[in-house]
């Protein structure tokens, strides 16, 4: 364990930097998986990171203190996608043991099951909590997205779709957009039932949809495909601003991007293994990481912070090496 997170408490005035991107490196790894990391998420207001692994289990991180403060074990159903509720220490999650696709409540507090959510029919692959309120949305091969109030077991509405479906809610869970077959729609989320009040094309894309998400302040969009490409949208216009090309994934897996939280660059996984970085304002790759290992790695950007995280058959925590700054000179 390299280093130390101590700081990327500098969240700062330190702007991020192309200079400071391209320094990061490992600050602390945890390397006792036994099975490659499936997803991660970081919780909004505390400084919890949640992961689940496909050794059936879920843990839960304090990233502040660099510890690991629970692991969950989810034998029977197996664990799949995480994601945090308003709650820091409740989390929503999805099975991987081929026979049940419910998603299941969960206090990491007492390891209690709150609530169970059956609608799905096949393996959910999007799932996205609003910050809004206490809804959440999930994206299934079944060719469902079924929209939820974590506080009713019942399914709140049903959207079908034509493909593998990647749903997210924006930031503030008034809108939340469903990418499939090479458009983005977006919808409502108050009025949903009425369809899409926009539907954005993705270039030609047409290949299966990964993941979906907004920048912070909602001005952006990516998407990532099974081709290997990350797409940048413009959310309100739908323009294409830019796409990035990294080499396609395989399988079942899942090519994961994340904007930095100002949205000024976004950083992801590829199908080699490698972390890349590129700039949203002109489009060009400014950093690469370069991995021994062979699938595309999970990857979240901590909110607020010089920080992103990647999980794979192991947690690392990358965070700048001011050492290397000149734009640290003399300021220490």
Excluded at 238 to 253: E, M, N, Q, R
Aim: charged content about 25%; glycine content about 8%.
């Amino acid at each position: 364990m390299a280093g130390g997170l101590s700081e990327r408490e500098e969240k700062v005035s330190l702007d991020l930097t192309e200079e400071i991107l391209q320094s990061m490196e490992v600050g602390m790894a945890f390397r006792d998986y036994n099975g490659r990391i499936s997803s991660m998420d970081f919780h909004r207001t505390s400084s919890y990171l949640v992961t689940a692994s496909d050794e059936e289990s879920i843990r839960l991180y304090d990233v502040a203190n660099a510890t690991c403060l629970k692991t969950i074990n989810s034998k029977k159903y197996g664990v799949d996608l995480v994601s945090f509720t308003s709650h820091p220490t409740t989390v929503i999650y999805s099975s991987k043991n081929g026979w049940d696709e419910s998603l299941r409540l969960l206090s990491l507090h007492d390891n209690k099951y709150l609530r169970y959510f059956k609608g799905h029919h096949d393996r959910v692959v999007s799932l996205s909590f609003s910050t809004r309120n206490d809804c959440f949305i999930s994206g299934s091969l079944d060719r469902t997205v079924l929209l939820w109030d974590q506080r009713a077991e019942k399914c709140q509405g049903l959207l079908r779709v034509q493909g593998r479906p990647a749903a997210t809610y924006d930031e503030q869970g008034l809108v939340f957009a469903i990418a499939f077959g090479g458009f983005v729609r977006m919808f409502d989320s108050r009025k949903y039932e009425k369809g899409p009040f926009d539907i954005f094309a993705a270039g030609g894309d047409i290949s299966d949809a990964n993941v979906v998400k907004f920048s912070n302040d909602g001005r952006l969009m990516l998407l990532t495909t099974a081709d290997g490409h990350i797409h940048v949208l413009d959310s309100f216009r739908g323009t294409l601003l830019s796409t990035y090309s990294v080499k396609p994934v395989s399988g079942d897996a899942t090519l994961e991007a994340s904007f930095s939280p100002e949205g000024m660059f976004v950083v992801s996984g590829s199908g080699d293994g490698n972390v890349y970085a590129w700039s949203v304002r002109n489009g060009k790759e400014v950093a690469s990481w370069m991995s021994s290992q062979a699938e595309p790695p999970v990857i979240k950007w901590a909110p607020g912070s010089l920080m992103f995280v990647t999980g794979s058959s192991e947690l690392s925590f990358w965070i700048p090496d001011l050492s290397k700054l000149s734009t640290y000179v003399g300021r220490k």
